[in-house]
């Protein structure tokens, strides 16, 4: 159990474009998700955290306009990168939290994107 | 501020040897401290939730210990299967997840 899914797992695209990932919990609901960057060699940074059907929560130097979250049900998140830019490049990987179990964050396999 | 320290930043071991990896934290409202596994280009993977002081957990060759100020996770006769990084993290009175570096474990046949 506990499993969540993203995708695209990698993704290449043109600098200016916009690019959306999506995350799910596959086997439980969850009430609340994650947005994570992960640099290489570095640890995870959250970027956002998002309830469903309510805005998201950004953490400090996170431009909420580049970086748009939609939590429309209890399995989906997605992370659109709008105007992407080279600097954008990085492995995003968005987590879920099982409201039964507490505190609890189950990750997904992550998402490679690189902006050229 | 939540803080999270790994020690070493990596550790290189032969089949069989154990040891221990350690995470010293500092945090406001201990809500949970948690162990993950995460393999090159994938995201974490859940090992271990520690709550309380004392607590402890076991899971094949893997053991977490958790006291007031850090938490050590204990491989025994570890395999070359598990090299891979180590993540710490803690989760505070704001609900969020404060990471370690991660500790990158190599075990050689």
């Known amino acids: 159990g506990a499993v969540v899914s993203q995708h695209p797992s990698w993704v290449i695209c043109k600098s200016g474009t916009s690019v959306k990932i999506e995350c799910r919990s596959l086997?439980?609901?969850?009430?609340?998700m994650f947005w994570y960057r992960q640099f290489p060699k570095q640890s995870l940074m959250l970027m956002a955290t998002?309830?469903?059907?309510?805005?998201?929560?950004?953490e400090q130097g996170v431009e909420k306009d580049k970086f748009l979250i939609n939590h429309a049900s209890l399995t989906l998140s997605t992370l659109t990168v709008t105007s992407a830019h080279p600097e954008d490049s990085s492995f995003y990987i968005c987590?879920?939290?099982?409201?039964?179990?507490?505190?609890?964050?189950?990750f997904g396999p992550g998402t490679r994107l690189t902006v050229t | 501020e939540d803080q999270v320290t790994q020690s070493p930043e990596a550790l290189r071991l032969q089949e069989g040897e154990s040891s221990s990896l350690n995470c010293s934290y500092t945090?406001?409202?201990?809500?949970?401290l948690f162990w993950y596994r995460q393999d090159p280009g994938k995201g974490p993977e859940f090992l271990f939730t520690?709550?309380?002081a004392g607590e402890e957990k076991e899971k094949e060759r893997l053991k977490a210990t958790l006291t007031k100020k850090e938490s050590f996770l204990h491989i025994t006769a570890p395999k070359p299967e598990d090299s891979a990084t180590y993540l710490c993290?803690?989760?505070?009175?704001?609900?969020?997840?404060?990471f370690g570096k991660g500790i990158t474990l190599s075990v050689r046949p």
């Open positions: 987590s879920a939290r099982f409201h039964d179990r507490s505190y609890e964050q189950y």
């Open positions: 086997d439980f609901q969850a009430t609340t």
């Open positions: 998002s309830n469903e059907g309510s805005k998201a929560t950004y």
């Open positions: 945090v406001s409202g201990l809500r949970g």
């Open positions: 520690l709550y309380s």
């Open positions: 993290a803690v989760q505070g009175a704001n609900s969020k997840l404060t």
